[in-house]
T-cell receptor
Framework: QKEVEQDPGPLSVPEGAIVSLNCTYSNSAFQYFMWYRQYSRKGPELLMYTYSSGNKEDGRFTAQVDKSSKYISLFIRDSQPSDSATYLCAMRSGNQFYFGTGTSLTVIP | EAQVTQNPRYLITVTGKKLTVTCSQNMNHEYMSWYRQDPGLGLRQIYYSMNVEVTDKGDVPEGYKVSRKEKRNFPLILESPSPNQTSLYFC????????????FGPGTRLTVL
C-alpha cells in the first residue's frame, strides 16, 4: 500500500466550477500537509500548507485536513483556465516528504 | 533571483555509463533533496540532505549516490545507470520552516538506453 493515495484524474471542469481534490494517507506520523501545483514542463510550486486538522483558506483555495480519517482535500472556488495544472498533495514525516501521484485538472473556458 | 538550477536539463545516455546531475541553490537553504517523477508513481524522494556532509536515504535510494560538500550544491550521481532509472528528476531546497516549502528546480529529463 502506498503511503499517500491520490486519484490521478484527469479532471475536466467548466470555468467557474468548484473543484475538489483529495488524498488519503496511511501513516499516522505525517505531521504536515501541503498542496503543490505543477504546470506542464515545470517543477512543483507550493500552493497551500497546514499542520493541523481543520480548514485553511487562501483566496479561492481552501485546504482541509481530517487526521482522524487520514484524509486531506483542496477546494478551488470559481475555477479559472489558469488553474489548469497537476495538483500534488504532499506530507512530511520527520525530514522525509511523501507525494501523491498528482491529479491533472483542466478548466475549460 | 532566488532559484534552484539543474544541469543538464536533458540527457540521453547508455546503460552503465556513469553520470552526474548537478543541482545548485542560491537561497542559503540547509535542506536539499532529489526526487524522481514517474507516471502513475508520482514524485518519490531519492535522497535528502539536512546540511553540509549530512545526507540520508529517501524512499527510493537504490542505484543513486549524493554528496553535500558545499551548502549550495547537491549533485546526484548514477554510477551505473540502468533503463529503469529513465525518469524526470527534480532537485529541491528548503529552510524547512513551518510551511515546509520546497523550491524545485526545472527538472532533468534522463533517458537511459
Amino acid at each position: 500500500q502506498k503511503e499517500v493515495e491520490q486519484d490521478p484524474g484527469p479532471l475536466s471542469v467548466p470555468e467557474g466550477a468548484i473543484v475538489s481534490l483529495n488524498c488519503t494517507y496511511s501513516n499516522s506520523a505525517f505531521q504536515y500537509f501541503m498542496w503543490y501545483r505543477q504546470y506542464s514542463r515545470k517543477g512543483p510550486e507550493l500552493l497551500m500548507y497546514t499542520y493541523s486538522s481543520g480548514n485553511k483558506e487562501d483566496g479561492r483555495f481552501t485546504a482541509q485536513v481530517d487526521k482522524s480519517s487520514k484524509y486531506i482535500s483542496l477546494f478551488i472556488r470559481d475555477s479559472q483556465p489558469s488553474d489548469s495544472a497537476t495538483y500534488l498533495c504532499a506530507m512530511r514525516s520527520g525530514n522525509q516528504f511523501y507525494f501523491g501521484t498528482g491529479t491533472s485538472l483542466t478548466v475549460i473556458p | 533571483e532566488a532559484q534552484v538550477t539543474q544541469n543538464p536539463r536533458y540527457l540521453i545516455t547508455v546503460t552503465g555509463k556513469k553520470l552526474t546531475v548537478t543541482c545548485s541553490q542560491n537561497m542559503n537553504h540547509e535542506y536539499m533533496s532529489w526526487y524522481r517523477q514517474d507516471p502513475g508513481l508520482g514524485l518519490r524522494q531519492i535522497y535528502y540532505s539536512m546540511n553540509v556532509e549530512v545526507t540520508d536515504k529517501g524512499d527510493v535510494p537504490e542505484g543513486y549516490k549524493v554528496s553535500r560538500k558545499e551548502k549550495r550544491n547537491f549533485p546526484l550521481i548514477l554510477e551505473s545507470p540502468s533503463p529503469n532509472q529513465t525518469s524526470l528528476y527534480f532537485c529541491a531546497s528548503s529552510v524547512l520552516g513551518l510551511n515546509n516549502e520546497q523550491f524545485f528546480g526545472p527538472g532533468t529529463r534522463l533517458t537511459v538506453l
